[in-house]
């Protein structure tokens, strides 16, 4: 089963899986695993409640990283990053919330995601034993069939509402305007860029520039696979840090930091798979990271990952 709802959508939708149609893909962050989903689009009224003990798998003998591991090996990436001269390493890291013999409504808190968060995309699935939800509005590319314009987004940066971006913020989001500048040149003559502006993310907010430029059909595929995983999910340059995250991070990423790919008759979206979270039969794992710089502090590092984990948790919706 799949429901899924677009931003600034009230409308929720599934696929019927009545045809061979591939409508919507979830693509993992090394791009090795995908889970497909089949048949045409449509509407979708939920009239039952889809609770966690539905979920065939348990999560067991997990161990997780602490507050000390995590700056511990933050302080191990930042002499990487001065060492190798990068502007910028994401590292990610899981936190795990066990339900207490408790039961969660996943349809509810799909929905809860959707209230809280109305220009994301908000997703949740449950397929070959596998259940994930999660909500973020980071437009990889959108691809419109008549028109032949194609949309992106440079998103980095992370302060909660209220603070005032500093020039660690600023830093970490130009790197990222700039990779997707350069590869959008390479398959369109005019490159339309906006002004960089805050995007709101419930709590927290995010530097966002926006990008569109007319391009061939054909190239689509070529495009979006030299644009992930962005400096925003990875690093620059994208190669040395995709070997620099096997390294630091002991854990693999799944379907975190990959992407989800739906195709309609009008168009094709690929939206970045952040803000989400792996559900087990008795626990979750919260899957959150933070672009780390040479000025980074750890601490506050660890803080940024602890707010993005709340989107979750705070729309858990137990029954």
Avoid at 26 to 31: G, R, V
Avoid at 40 to 67: A, G, M, P, Y
Avoid at 204 to 212: G, M
Avoid at 223 to 249: M, R
Wanted: charged content about 30%; overall charge negative.
């Amino acid at each position: 089963m799949l429901y899924f709802r677009f931003p600034f959508s009230d409308s929720i939708f599934t696929v019927n899986e009545n045809s061979d149609k591939k409508s919507v893909s979830f693509l993992s962050f090394d791009e090795t695993e995908s889970i497909d989903f089949y048949g045409n689009i449509e509407e979708f009224f939920f009239n039952e409640n889809i609770l966690s003990n539905q979920i065939s798998t348990e999560l067991l003998e997990f161990k997780e990283e602490n507050q000390f591991e995590y700056e511990a090996k933050l302080g191990k990436v930042i002499e990487f990053i001065k060492e190798n001269q990068l502007s910028k390493l994401v590292v990610s890291r899981r936190k795990v919330f066990d339900f207490d013999e408790k039961k969660i409504n996943l349809s509810q808190t799909f929905l809860n995601l959707c209230k809280s968060y109305p220009n994301a995309f908000v997703y949740f699935f449950i397929k070959d034993g596998k259940c994930w939800i999660g909500a973020f509005s980071e437009l990889l590319g959108k691809f419109d069939k008549k028109t032949s314009e194609f949309e992106t987004m440079s998103l980095a940066g992370t302060l909660p509402v209220n603070e005032t971006w500093t020039a660690k913020e600023i830093e970490e989001q130009k790197p990222v305007t700039d990779f997707m500048k350069n590869i959008l040149k390479n398959y369109s003559s005019e490159v339309e860029q906006s002004e960089t502006y805050d995007h709101i993310s419930g709590n927290i907010k995010h530097l966002r520039t926006d990008f569109k430029a007319k391009i061939m059909s054909e190239d689509l595929e070529n495009l979006i696979s030299e644009l992930h995983p962005t400096p925003a999910v990875c690093g620059i340059p994208k190669d040395l840090c995709k070997s620099a995250i096997e390294k630091f991070e002991s854990h693999p990423r799944n379907f975190y930091a990959g992407y989800i790919k739906v195709e309609t008759e009008e168009n094709v979206q690929y939206f970045v798979n952040l803000r989400c979270a792996e559900f087990f039969e008795n626990a979750c794992l919260i899957y959150v990271g933070g672009g780390i710089t040479a000025e980074s502090s750890p601490e506050k590092e660890w803080r940024e990952t602890e707010l993005k984990s709340e989107a979750i948790l705070k729309n858990l919706e137990f029954e």
